[in-house]
């Protein structure tokens, strides 16, 4: 476990979802900063890799041929999640691995952070007619063989552990759908869903610099813990 990539989601003129005074594309930057800073300080051996550490816009493709590149032991994409209605009853915590979707909302987070690629020039050529708001579009993934489905298992569930145990966060558990950032990565990844933009108090918390920090920390603690256990096995 010697290079983990780091993966603010959105960034430039894709905003990602919006709450009532802030954008997930600076939340999620922020976050993904404090994790690397905490990665950097604490297991010195780890070198991190951040697909943006600005306001950029990275195509989805472009971030998991970092990680490819790099041959980066980890993948780790921070976003923030979002509802359309009864916008203060959604709240809480989920983690992502690459997958088919079990539920129509499953399938609806997955189109809304897919649709990214429709800022990207030439989409249609560069994800091969992958339509991100058509369902049809998905059956692609039902295809798909995932060698890094236990380790990205793994660590899913140890990062909603942490968000629950030692930070006090809700957890909507561990879940599965077709991502198109994780399917482009060629080791164990997940995304993460730190909490609702939506939701009125989860705005605030991960706006606030300490909240922030709790959330960063929790993702280092199930970082630092599958480290050690994937080391310990080989
Ligand atoms: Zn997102």
């Known amino acids: 476990m010697s290079t983990v990539v780091i993966d603010a989601g959105h960034g430039g003129k894709d905003n990602g979802t ?15 900063l404090d994790l ?4 950097e300080k604490y297991l010195k051996d780890v070198k991190v890799i951040y697909t943006r550490d600005d306001d950029t816009f990275i195509g989805l493709k472009e971030r998991a041929n970092i990680a490819n590149k790099n041959g980066a032991d980890l993948f780790i994409s921070i976003h923030c999640n979002a509802v359309e209605a009864n916008k203060d ?5 989920e983690t992502w691995v690459m997958g088919l979707h079990k539920s129509e909302e499953n399938l609806r987070v997955a189109q809304r952070e ?7 020039e030439n989409n249609q ?6 339509d991100p708001n058509d369902p049809q579009s998905y059956i692609l993934f039902s295809l798909y063989q995932n060698a890094n489905l236990d380790n990205s298992l ?12 030692r930070v006090g966060r809700y957890s909507r558990g561990v879940k599965q759908a077709g991502f198109v950032v994780l399917y482009q990565t060629s080791m164990p990844s997940v995304l993460v869903e730190v909490g ?10 991960l706006n ?9 920390s929790a993702i280092f603690r199930a970082f630092r813990d599958y480290k050690d256990e994937i080391e310990s096995v080989n």
């Open 89 to 93: 009853k959604s709240y809480g915590t």
């Open 208 to 216: 606030d610099k300490l909240g922030q920090t709790y959330i960063a």
């Open 154 to 165: 793994n660590l899913a569930d140890k990062i909603e552990t942490q968000f629950v145990d």
């Open 18 to 32: 919006s709450g009532s005074f802030s954008k997930e594309k600076d939340v999620a930057l922020q976050i993904a």
């Open 196 to 205: 609702f933009l939506t939701n009125r108090l989860e705005e605030k918390y």
């Open 36 to 39: 690397g800073e905490t990665i």
């Open 125 to 130: 050529e560069k994800y091969e007619g992958f």
């Open 114 to 120: 897919n649709s990214v690629i429709l800022f990207e």
